[in-house]
Nanobody, 125 residues
Framework: QVQLVESGGGLAQTGASLKLSCVASGNIFSNLAMGWFRQAPGKEREFVGATGWSGRFTYYADFVKGRFTVSRDNAKNTVYLQMTNLQPEDAAVYFC??????????????????WGQGTQVTVSS
């Protein structure tokens, strides 16, 4: 089992930055691929970004367009999502997710087994 706790969400103005954190416990974090997803009201959950177990490779949704960065610190059992130039359409609940290992596939929710409770990001225009 893996427990995931996100933090760092909140209210940001258009163009501002936020950094989300996700702390994992319960399993060997350094073996796990980690992903970030988001879900806005009335919309399906969508992939934002992910990193493999080592953090060497990262993967992003097209809409990120270089604004978001996923990173991880295996010594701290933590994965991060740095978001810059936030736009109103980025407002959503952001979820951290973990695979049971590293499947080599990262872009769909079905690739992940464990989920955090989510953290709200609100962007004011």
């Amino acid at each position: 089992q893996v427990q995931l706790v996100e933090s760092g969400g909140g209210l940001a103005q258009t163009g501002a930055s936020l950094k989300l954190s996700c702390v994992a416990s319960g399993n060997i974090f350094s073996n796990l691929a980690m992903g970030w997803f988001r879900q806005a009201p009335g919309k399906e959950r969508e992939f934002v970004g992910a990193t493999g177990w080592s953090g060497r490779f990262t993967y992003y949704a097209d809409f990120v367009k270089g604004r978001f960065t996923v990173s991880r610190d295996n010594a701290k059992n933590t994965v991060y999502l740095q978001m810059t130039n936030l736009q109103p359409e980025d407002a959503a609940v952001y979820f951290c997710a973990a695979q049971n290992g590293d499947s080599g596939n990262y872009r769909t929710s079905h690739d992940y087994v464990f989920w955090g409770q989510g953290t709200q990001v609100t962007v004011s225009s």
